[in-house]
């Protein structure tokens, strides 16, 4: 990616941050990021484009960040745990990308389609998936379908994180009895 399609990206993301999408102009960002509006469109074909490109980067910039910090654990179920608290602390936090996810205000919404999110989603199915399978080949988790269960662990952690569907906001103490009640059913007994 270019220099200036990395600042355009930047710039737009600070505004959408700060104003959200509707309240944003192209103008504004163009002006932000010190280009003439024909640059912008020739790197982008209208805002929401602009939108989902930002939207994208961000997604694969926060994974790469959560995988980061657990890749020198090689345990499936710690590796689990870790991804869970990581995230769960990261959405706290009222990062972009949880303003993005959460979109209470339909700030956001309108710009980002079903196809996108379910792309991010997906991706954060496969991560689940591959972490329960390295966790049954090392007969830590028990057998059973990794891409079933990584959805159920999804929708579940989902539903006290950003979507918001189950009004629980405890403390991390909280947040790690439920991991571990989902650990739980995962572990394999001897």
């Known amino acids: 990616m270019t220099d200036r399609k990395e600042l355009i990206l930047d710039v737009a993301r600070a505004r959408f941050d700060r104003f959200g999408v509707k309240k944003?102009?192209?103008?504004?960002i163009a002006r932000d990021a010190g280009v003439s509006k024909k640059t912008l469109y020739e790197q982008f074909r209208n805002k929401e484009d602009l939108f989902v490109s930002v939207f994208i980067k961000e997604a694969l910039n926060n994974r790469?960040?959560?995988m980061e910090r657990v890749a020198h654990l090689e345990d499936p179920l710690e590796k689990i745990r870790q991804v869970l608290r990581i995230t769960v602390g990261y959405h706290w936090q009222e990062t972009f990308m949880a303003k993005v996810l959460q979109d209470e205000?339909?700030?956001y919404a309108p710009f980002l389609k079903?196809?996108?999110r379910l792309q991010v989603e997906e991706d954060i199915l496969g991560i689940f998936a591959d972490m329960l399978e390295a966790g049954?080949?090392?007969r830590q988790i028990r057998d059973l379908d990794p891409y079933i269960v990584a959805y159920f662990i999804f929708k579940l952690f989902q539903s006290v994180t950003y979507a918001r569907t189950a009004s629980i906001r405890g403390d991390q103490k909280d947040?790690?009895?439920f991991i571990d009640f989902i650990l739980e059913g995962i572990?394999?007994?001897p």
């Open 24 to 28: 944003t102009t192209m103008d504004e």
């Open 64 to 66: 790469r960040w959560i």
């Open 105 to 107: 205000d339909g700030l």
């Open 114 to 116: 079903d196809k996108y």
């Open 136 to 138: 049954i080949r090392s």
């Open 175 to 177: 947040m790690d009895e």
């Open 187 to 189: 572990v394999r007994k």
